[in-house]
């Protein structure tokens, strides 16, 4: 199901959303960091450390298993760099090394995976949530904001999505595959069967072969008799 139809209806019929990461920065970070239109209208603005990663779904205007949004990002401490990574219940924790993105040869912006913790440091949960975020390399750090904003940055774009149980959508695989085989035999397991019964049939047909009459045994034993 597609969220955001009001937005998604616009789109033709067929349409799939699956970027690059030099495309997510290069035809849309760069667009909506210039004002400039990106090639869709998919991608919100919403501030996703206003929600936790389960409330951002229905925040956002296209998507299915995952879900793409523009978002600010806020400093931890006024004097810092360090981004707050906090949200209604729990807080985001990168994970991983950053992932330089080029394009043309040219260093571009930087991918930084994270993952969701409930709860708060350094006590969290981990989760399923994973998210995907995507920032420009030499973006201006906005320095002609008032002195002691906390903002860190107008927009980074992040992608979310919850990683699947792979151990569990196996089991499933595997259960479904066995009532389709037993539902319907495949061709294989006919031939199969068939051959089995073949091996049967010839040693029938063997005993059958070899079979003597009675009157045989009585003859042969009143002849030995006199042997």
Known sequence: METGSARGSDLPP???FHPTDEELI???LCNQATSKPCPASIIPEVDIYKFDPWQLPEKAVFGESEWYFFTPRDRKYPNGVRPNRATVSGYWKATGTDKAIYSAGKHIGVKKALVFYKGRPPKGVKTDWIMHEYRLIGSPRRANKHIGSMRLDDWVLCRIYKKKNMAKS???LKEEIMMEENQYPSPEMNNITEDNKM???VCEQQQMAFEV????YA???STSQYL
């Open 14 to 16: 067929g349409f799939r």
């Open 199 to 201: 091996p049967n049939l």
């Open 170 to 172: 196996m089991d499933l």
């Open 213 to 216: 009459p009675d009157q045989y």
């Open 26 to 28: 290069v035809h849309y």
């Open 219 to 221: 003859t042969s034993s």
